[in-house]
T-cell receptor
């Protein structure tokens, strides 16, 4: 069974640009969560989607958005990039039932650098 | 709102020594608690979790953690450290099956030969 796949693995953008990151969950998983990981702030929760609906949201500005498709694949978008958006963005999938107490399976992340 | 505090951003122990990584949580309801491990250039992997029942939870690779409600703690221990345990460890909390999982800031564990 394939794991959680995130693309691209690395991305370099400049300030003011926008970026879209993609996450393909494990087959059958219906919940996808996104996290931002930085050395200073650690792992911060962005949002979680279940069956195409945003079910949970973290405390990030509106420049950060996401969506989930009917096949459970998810994308997150960051508009008007700032230097502080440089981070490793991790996606995690969980569960056929939407129970987040089941194990989260993480992808290897997308490393975004904003210049 | 739930939150997690990990005491010590870096812990160093000798090979064969006891590993103790500290985690305290805050939650308005009975919490569900997790420990995840991240090896370099990889995503996180679940070590163990507490949902209900026995407060001493055993996980993979010889790790265990004890839920202590009176102390709002969920410390991670391993009796004897191995070089392969060197990694970053994250404690996390959730308030329910449909609630977001909030992670602590992480503790980097180093093992001295």
């Amino acid at each position: 069974k394939a794991g959680v796949t995130q693309t691209p693995r690395y991305l370099i953008k400049t300030r003011g640009q926008q970026v879209t990151l993609s996450c393909s969950p494990i087959s059958g998983h219906r919940s996808v969560s996104w996290y931002q990981q930085t050395p200073g702030q650690g792992l911060q929760f962005l949002f979680e989607y279940f069956s195409e609906t945003q079910r949970n949201k973290g405390n990030f500005p509106g420049r950060f958005s996401g969506r989930q498709f009917s096949n459970s694949r998810s994308e997150m978008n960051v508009s008007t990039l700032e230097l502080g958006d440089s981070a490793l963005y991790l996606c995690a999938s969980s569960s056929t039932s939407g129970n987040l107490l089941e194990k989260l399976f993480f992808g290897s992340g997308t490393q975004l650098s904003v210049l | 709102a739930q939150s997690v505090t990990q005491l010590g951003s870096h812990v160093s122990v000798s090979e064969g020594a006891l590993v103790l990584l500290r985690c305290n949580y805050s939650s308005s309801v009975p919490p569900y608690l997790f420990w995840y491990v991240q090896y370099p250039n990889q995503g996180l992997q679940l070590l163990l979790k507490y949902t209900t029942g026995a407060t001493l939870v055993k996980g993979i690779n010889g790790f265990e953690a004890e839920f202590k409600k009176s102390e709002t703690s969920f410390h991670l221990t391993k009796p004897s450290a191995h070089m392969s345990d060197a990694a970053e460890y994250f404690c996390a909390v959730s308030e329910g099956s449909a609630s977001k999982i909030i992670f602590g800031s992480g503790t980097r564990l180093s093992i001295r030969p």
